[in-house]
């Protein structure tokens, strides 16, 4: 049935005793009897069907439009909203719904493609749904995931996307919505370097356990969104994914380098000038905010891991990986320093390393499980690939000191008594429980700085362990299948550094062809 409605013009003046004229003014037209051009406006009344319950609706009445075309014109585009229910009742009181709702909340009709689109996908047409509404929903959609991508998803919709985008209807989702929430990053960026930088208590609590965001980061954090987008698109909630639309800075890999001589000597005098630099600002600081509390002294570690280096990804000669490994012997992690200095295990594969996993009379081990920390929460899942999980071959120097490790934890087991948890991992707490990532790193840095030398992260022991496999002649089958990576393309781009001397000697051999030739 087709919705009935009419155009008319109106104006506010009254008659004598105070009552709106309305249509009957007089002004609102010529002594021609055409319409007055300035005086009035025009409006249009549209009836609308029952409610749900059947009660009556009250019709819906728009005004201030200046020509009687422009009033047709939204008119026509009510009607239109109305017809796309066809027979269906139902649709037509629930499209009726949404009209009402949007004009109160928008002062403007919803636009008849997106309610069309809705009703062709089976969507509630009463209402939209939010930003928030559909990642919760999508995620939990998601049945196939792996735990531990689960959990990042999680905490991108929790930290990022729900508190700016959550409440925005989803089908006007805006780049510039999404551009807001890097923004948002970048501003929390600058405030976790500055508490460090400063030292001030209060902004150290609000940063409590979250980091500066990465360029990788942020493109990790753009892909949950988008891979919800896409969905969405599917589904023909939505025509565009705006965060394809976005530009963030590129996070390929940086490019990994060894520290070379040249290049300590210059991170030295950096380390000290980063130290000197913060000091005077902390000092500065102090004097401008005395009731803040702020130290005039830089934590030494803070300052040891966040001084310039040449690369973010830097890696170790075998020389310095051997004063670290000097250092850290008499550390009760020593055994899981050494695993992933010469097996290349990532961070979380040697936390979730279990005994049943391990075969020392065949020199084996089964990497299956790793142990994941996001903020303060831990978790257990698979490795990061299908290729991660797999076996490799341990060297007789790591069968040795997982034997004496082994010994160790027993002893800790008797010591531990009652109070000891059995959990089957191969690197516990001194009371058997698993042994936070975090930790792991912290104390890494705490034994590379006491060692002193030159900061890495703990996972560029893992490129070392693969610098060290071509320096000893292996080819590049031999680091992929080690590292268990997906590709060689992978193994050859991000996870190899050529050391100097074999740079030297690749640079000799070349040349020694040359002038052998006769």
Known sequence: MAAKGSTFKTCGCRDEEGKLLGRRCPKLRRANGRWSSNHGTWRYQLELPPTAVGARRAPLRRGGFATQ???????????????????????????????????????????????????????????????????????????????????????????????????????????????????????????????????????????????????ATKQRIRATLRAALNKAIKERIIEVNVASLIELPSGKAPKALVWTDERIIQWERDFAAHIQRMNARRKHQARLEPHKRIGENINRLDAY???????????????????????????????????IAFRGLRRGEACGLRWADVDLASGTATIRWQITQIGHETFQGKPKTEAGEARIDLDSHTIKELRAHRARQNAERLEAGGTWTETGFVFTTPAGGPVEPNEVTEQFLQLSMEAGLPPIRLHDLRHGAATFLLAAGHDMKVVQETLRLSSLAIASDIYTSVLPQLARQSAEDAAAIVLKAK
């Not at 966040?306 to 020389?319: D, E, L, N, Q, Y």
């Open 69 to 215: 075309d422009a009033a047709e014109v939204e008119l026509n585009k009510a009607k239109e909203l109305l017809a796309i229910a066809g027979d269906d009742d139902t649709a037509r009181v629930q499209i009726a719904d949404l009209i009402t709702a949007t004009v109160r909340t928008t002062k403007m009709l919803p636009e008849p493609d997106k309610v069309r689109r809705k009703a062709r996908t089976g969507q509630d047409l009463s209402r939209s749904i939010t930003v928030g509404e559909y990642l919760e929903a999508w995620l939990v959609g998601r049945r196939n995931l792996r735990e531990g991508s689960r959990r990042s998803y999680a905490q991108h919709i929790r930290l990022y996307f729900k508190p700016h985008l959550g409440h925005i209807p989803l089908e006007r989702l805006r780049v510039q919505d999404v551009d807001r929430v890097f923004d948002a990053i970048d501003e929390h960026n600058q405030l976790v370097v500055r508490a460090r930088e400063t030292g001030d208590l209060r902004l150290r609590a609000k940063v409590k356990g979250r980091r500066v965001v990465s360029p």
């Open 305 to 339: 891991a966040g001084a310039p280096r040449p690369s973010k990804v830097m890696v170790w000669t075998p020389a310095l990986t051997k004063r670290f490994l000097d250092r850290a012997r008499h550390h009760r992690l020593y055994p899981l320093y050494h695993l």
